[in-house]
């Protein structure tokens, strides 16, 4: 009977020790994770700074990198389907490319919009382009929803975001909100 006692106690103190272990392990290996993650993160995405180059599919699979726009000025817009004050925006985006795609600035020539979706949903992000009228060609995810490897290499942290990047690639402006982004794009027009 006594050895039938040690054995469950052992067996017991055995199972702990395991599941501690692994528990630990899976908790460790999610730290080390977002920690590695982290890194990736480019902690000089400021203003006066070179654009990291996002490199993403598209809606069909297609792979499209951000340098590709080079010359142009370029609207990094990071936004989901899921994120209402993204949807509100929308329409505000859609009037800016309309009335400055063709135009000539100081910092580039014509512009683009380079949509990066946060979206898990691959049905859900192509209906909202298209419930929205988002017609520009540059639109993007991994959908990996937070764990985007464009939101990491951008620190974003909150949607909508946007950032104005010059026909170089350099940063120009970010977080601009309403028609503070329009005023921007004013300034630098060439008439």
């Not at 949807?87 to 795609?101: A, D, E, G, T």
């Not at 990996?144 to 690639?169: Q, T």
Request: glycine residues 4%; contains cysteine.
């Amino acid at each position: 009977m006594k050895n039938k006692i040690y054995f469950i106690i052992a067996f017991f103190i055995i199972f702990l020790g395991l599941t501690s272990f692994v528990v630990f392990n899976t908790d460790y290996q999610k730290k080390y994770k977002w920690k590695q993650q982290q890194k990736r993160a480019v902690t000089g995405v400021n203003v006066g700074n070179l654009s990291p180059n996002i490199i993403s599919k598209t809606i069909n699979d297609k792979k499209i990198k951000l340098s590709d726009l080079r010359g142009k000025v370029v609207i990094i817009d990071f936004w989901a389907s899921w994120c209402k004050p993204c949807r509100i925006k929308n329409p505000h985006l859609v009037s800016i490319y309309k009335k400055y795609n063709k135009s000539k600035f100081d910092i580039g020539e014509g512009l683009e919009i380079f949509s990066v979706s946060l979206d898990k949903n691959k049905n859900q992000w192509e209906k909202a382009i298209k419930d929205d009228n988002l017609y520009w060609d540059y639109h993007v995810s991994d959908l990996k929803g937070w764990e985007s490897d464009a939101a990491f290499l951008y620190n974003i942290r909150s949607i909508p975001s946007i950032l104005v990047i010059d026909k170089n690639g350099f940063i120009q402006a970010k977080n601009l909100r309403g028609n503070s982004l329009e005023d921007f794009l004013k300034q630098h027009v060439v008439k």
